[in-house]
């Protein structure tokens, strides 16, 4: 079993920076074999992809709505991965969720195996 905890979360001003940390864990979990990805869900809306990174970090890919604003990061000795949301939009208030993959990572939330319990983020206007 996999658990994932996300921590970072919550409430920042318009313009401002917050970052998201997921730390992953169990008796079978290795960094090594999961893509990693985070994903939101605003109040009264479906869930959405936000970003993806792969095994080993050497590869990302984002929504139109994170790029040129947030990065998704790895360090692997820590079995952590991060969200850096830099230019905050009211409209990124949501709760947001890590989630990891056996395979290799993506858009598409049933791809994902296991998936923490979610932070809230609030950006106020």
């Known amino acids: 079993q996999v658990q994932l905890v996300e921590s970072g979360g919550g409430l920042v001003q318009a313009g401002g920076s917050l970052r998201l940390s997921c730390a992953a864990s169990?008796?079978?979990?290795?960094?090594?074999?999961?893509?990693m990805g985070w994903f939101r869900q605003a109040p009264g809306k479906e869930r959405e992809f936000v970003a993806t990174?792969?095994?080993?970090?050497?590869?990302?890919y984002y929504a139109d709505s994170a790029k040129g604003r947030f990065t998704i990061s790895r360090d692997n000795t820590k079995n952590t991965v991060y969200l850096q949301m830099n230019s905050l939009k009211p409209e990124d208030t949501a709760v947001y969720y890590c989630?990891?993959?056996?395979?290799?990572?993506?858009?598409?939330?049933?791809?994902?195996?296991?998936w923490g319990q979610g932070t809230q983020v609030t950006v106020s206007s």
């Open positions: 989630a990891a993959d056996r395979g290799g990572g993506g858009s598409v939330i049933k791809d994902y195996d296991y």
């Open positions: 169990g008796r079978t979990f290795s960094s090594y074999l999961y893509a």
């Open positions: 990174i792969n095994w080993s970090g050497t590869s990302t």
